[in-house]
């Protein structure tokens, strides 16, 4: 992993729009600035309807209305899930996921009160394993979120969950370096996949890790691991878990 590497992501999977009302751009927005940032792909992931200002479910279930591709970009209609409980229950089932081509799960403080570690990593597992749709846990690293790593990325690699390094959670100091770096080699023992996203809530954010790329050079982290590195990647897993072919055009 290089820091000269200008942009070594080619699809961000982590994304929200001002339909999460703390978002601050439109879909047209993060498009235009993804396609400035040099990305080909990315996944708009509102949050689901635990969060105090989420949208409606219709926006989930209308969310096929947008573009596959915008601006010269693969737009991915997906959904940042909440995990509800340590039992690993998420707020997004059945038809709810219609039309959703990508799902990152993730605890927030509004819906899920943090517990111990061994509460905590469990509410991570169950939905790992419980949820068949989910494609990402999310932002993990989170500190009052405390967890066993180690644990969740051998969960991870078992049921094929992809984990995340969260820009956005470390510049903004929701999660600490050093927490990154434990993931990171926890991932890197079980050959754990990863995705590097910015769950930006600007549109001026969209494709760019300067830290998380830092945190990934002094973990010595292989970029064989880092699966948004390639979009072709991308786009195959999710063509062949939800039966979706991309137009070329």
Request: proline content about 4%; hydrophobic content about 40%.
């Amino acid at each position: 992993m290089k820091t000269s590497d200008k942009l070594f992501i080619e699809a961000d999977l982590h994304c929200h729009s001002l339909a999460s009302s703390h978002a601050y751009s439109t879909v047209m927005e993060m498009a235009a600035e993804a396609a400035k940032a040099g990305l080909k792909a990315f996944a708009l992931t509102d949050h689901a309807m635990d969060m105090p200002d989420s949208p409606h479910v219709w926006h989930f279930h209308n969310i096929s209305v947008i573009p596959q591709k915008i601006d010269g970009v693969i737009v991915l209609r997906g959904v940042e899930a909440n995990i509800r409980n340590f039992q690993g229950e998420i707020d997004m089932q059945g038809s709810d996921l219609d039309g959703i081509q990508w799902v990152v799960a993730s605890c927030h403080l509004p819906v899920i009160k943090p517990g111990t570690v061994e509460e905590n990593t469990n509410a991570y597992i169950n939905a790992i394993k419980n949820n068949p749709a989910i494609d990402v846990i999310g932002h993990c690293t989170a500190s009052r979120y405390p967890v066993d790593f180690k644990k969740i990325a051998s969960a991870c690699k078992e049921y094929g969950v992809l984990v995340e390094i969260n820009e956005s959670s470390v510049q903004f100091k929701r999660s600490t370096a050093e927490s990154c770096i434990e993931l990171l080699n926890a991932c890197k023992k079980y050959q754990t996949p990863i995705v590097v996203n910015t769950d930006c809530h600007y549109a001026g954010i969209i494709g760019r890790t300067d830290v998380s790329q830092v945190l990934l050079e002094a973990a010595d982290f292989p970029d064989e691991l880092i699966f948004n590195r390639d979009v072709q990647k991308v786009l195959e897993y999710v063509s062949k878990k939800r039966n979706i072919i991309f137009s070329e055009d």
